[in-house]
């Protein structure tokens, strides 16, 4: 089975690994720079642009592929797997249209609503054509989230408290959205602990993995800038120590219904993976937004515990059989560390050398570049280390040392799987919930 792989980060490498765990499969792997963990895992590879639909195309056809995977969103925005389906070649990973779970944080808030599921925060959509209506809004709800309707790479939220703090500033930067963005969505800020539920779909049936929770601040004690995600942990319970398996499902129940959401909608079937960025408060689960693709890093916490084929999943979404199959995970606990470039996220240092040195945890390369005399950071974070374990302290220990270990300019959250920024957690919801 030949199988088209789209991307090039640590999650994409998460999946190559899991999809070659199946001997029949085969992987062609079309990504922007060259890793070398995907690289290794791969028949082919091809460099270039996820927006060159051409080169994308010829690439499958060239190597007869049976279906693709697409990791990234961008990909997804540009509507790739359109372009893949036009030449008779099904994808993991939903059309265009429904890549808008998570391109536009309007189409979401407004299925919720339209369909009456619960999980929506009180919400306005805004344009230039009803933004002076601001003010009415903002006086009825509590804290202000503004997030720009498009993808801005997870810099565009502003969250009151943390970005800005008056209904002034709110406005103005709602407006500032505006001079780029059709319209932005003002929410009521929600106080609790998030979670990231990552869930399968054929369009019909839903299967969740184990619940994650990352960390985006860049510092310890969850201070400092946001980024990409600094690391994530997961339980041999398979739930969080905040999170009761009443929560899990109250989550997976919100996707279901998106799903037939989804479909009731627009008559088309979403297939691939339906991410819910999640948070648990004292009124129960919300739903902070959907990704139309897994986490990173949430994928490599999951996808290593998967006891189910991931080749044989992909097959059985595409025929929309998932209802037949049931998935299993080992029961071990995960924790994920990036080791990222000094100066990560505002002023990363660039083209530094780094060397990983041999332990007991898995590897998974993301923003470097493999020369002939070592591997280069390129900017963004470098190379995830997971740590898989009985419990939380072994996962924990296994990843720390492995990313302590790394020589060069770099740095990691120590804190990301102790006791104690759990211990925090586990507080934090006893506080708001009693
Ligand atoms: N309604 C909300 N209440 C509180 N915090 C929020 C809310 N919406 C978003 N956030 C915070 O902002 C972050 C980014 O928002 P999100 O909707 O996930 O956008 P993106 O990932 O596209 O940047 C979330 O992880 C969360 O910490
Ligand atoms: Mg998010």
Redesign the pocket.
């Known amino acids: 089975m030949n199988i088209l792989l789209l991307g090039h980060g640590a999650r994409e490498n998460v999946i190559a690994e899991t999809i070659r765990k199946s001997s029949y499969a085969k992987l062609f792997s079309y990504m922007k720079s060259n890793n070398p963990g995907i690289a290794a895992l791969s028949e082919k590879i091809e460099i270039g642009s996820y927006s060159d639909m051409d080169k994308v195309k010829d690439f499958a056809k060239k190597n007869n592929v049976d279906f693709a995977f697409i990791g990234p969103e961008d990909s997804l925005s540009f509507g790739v797997v359109d372009v893949l389906q036009s030449e008779g070649i099904d994808a993991i990973g939903p059309v265009k249209m429904l890549a808008k779970l998570e391109t536009s ?1 309007s189409f979401t808030r407004n299925l919720l609503q339209k369909h009456e599921i619960e999980g929506n ?1 009180k919400f306005m959509v805004f344009g230039k054509e009803n933004i002076d209506e601001i003010d009415d809004f903002l006086n009825i709800i509590e804290g202000i ?1 503004v ?1 720009p309707d498009g993808l ?1 790479g ?1 810099k ?2 502003k ?1 009151q408290g943390d970005h800005f703090n008056t209904k002034e500033e709110a406005v103005a930067y709602c407006k500032e959205v505006l001079e780029k963005h059709e319209s932005v969505v003002v ?4 106080d609790g602990e ?1 979670f990231s539920l990552q869930c399968l779909t054929d369009g019909k049936t839903v299967l969740s993995f184990p619940a994650v929770q990352d960390h ?1 601040r860049a510092y310890e004690d969850d201070k400092g800038p946001n980024t990409g995600g600094m690391g994530s942990y997961s339980c041999e319970n398979l739930l969080l120590p905040f999170l009761k398996k009443e929560h899990v499902n109250e989550a997976l129940k919100i996707t279901k219904k998106v799903v037939d959401a989804i479909y009731s909608e627009t008559g088309t079937y979403y297939k691939g993976i339906m991410y819910g ?1 999640f ?1 648990l408060t004292k009124d129960g689960v919300k739903l ?2 959907y990704n139309a693709r897994f986490g990173d890093p949430e994928a490599m916490n999951v996808l290593p515990l998967l006891k189910t084929e991931l080749a044989g999943i992909c097959q059985a979404i595409i025929v929309q059989d998932l209802g037949k199959l049931k998935i299993e995970f080992k029961k071990k606990a995960t924790v994920c560390k990036y080791a990222v470039p000094e100066g990560y996220p505002d002023n990363p240092v660039k083209n530094e050398k780094i060397e990983i040195q041999s332990s007991n945890a898995k590897i998974y390369y993301a923003s470097v570049d493999k020369k002939q005399d070592g591997l280069y950071m390129t900017g963004s974070r470098a190379v995830a280390f997971l740590g898989i374990g009985d419990n939380l302290e072994e996962a924990e220990k296994i990843a720390e040392e492995a990313v302590s270990k790394v020589k060069g300019k770099v740095f990691h959250r120590k804190d990301i799987g102790t006791k104690e920024l759990i211990g925090k957690k586990v507080e934090h919801i006893k506080r708001i919930v009693d």
């Open positions: 944080k925060p989230v997030k801005t997870g565009g939220v969250v929410e009521e800020k929600l998030e985006k960025g948070i902070i937004e």
